[in-house]
């Protein structure tokens, strides 16, 4: 079992930062690509961004490309979502994803992955 849980979200203007943490848990736990998605009200959740096992790939959605970056640190077991210059529609809820068979490139779907944080609000003012 995986557990995941995010944090570091909260109320930002935009035009500013916030940083998104998910720490990764559980005895069956291994390095694997891992995704964030987000989900606001009345939509579907949608990709973020990903990245591969070792971190040397990454992928963005077109949304957020050039302003949020992905990052992690397997020796902390650790994905961090660094989100600059963020704009009202960045509103959501905020979840880390990893699949429950390691992978080293990662999905881009939600149906690529199996266990999924509790979330992490992140509201943005205009």
Excluded: H
Excluded at 68 to 87: C, E, G, H, P, Y
């Amino acid at each position: 079992q995986v557990q995941l849980v995010e944090s570091g979200g909260g109320l930002v203007q935009a035009g500013g930062s916030l940083r998104l943490s998910c720490a990764a848990s559980g005895r069956t736990y291994s390095t694997t690509a891992m995704g964030w998605f987000r989900q606001a009200p009345g939509k579907e959740r949608e990709f973020v961004a990903a990245i591969s096992w070792s971190g040397g790939t990454t992928y963005y959605a077109d949304s957020v490309k050039g302003r949020f970056t992905i990052s992690r640190d397997n020796a902390k077991n650790t994905v961090t979502l660094q989100m600059n210059s963020m704009k009202p529609d960045d509103t959501a809820v905020y979840y880390c994803a990893a699949p429950r068979i390691p992978i080293s490139i990662p999905g881009r779907t939600t149906t690529s992955y199996d266990y999924w944080g509790q979330g992490t609000q992140v509201t943005v003012s205009s």
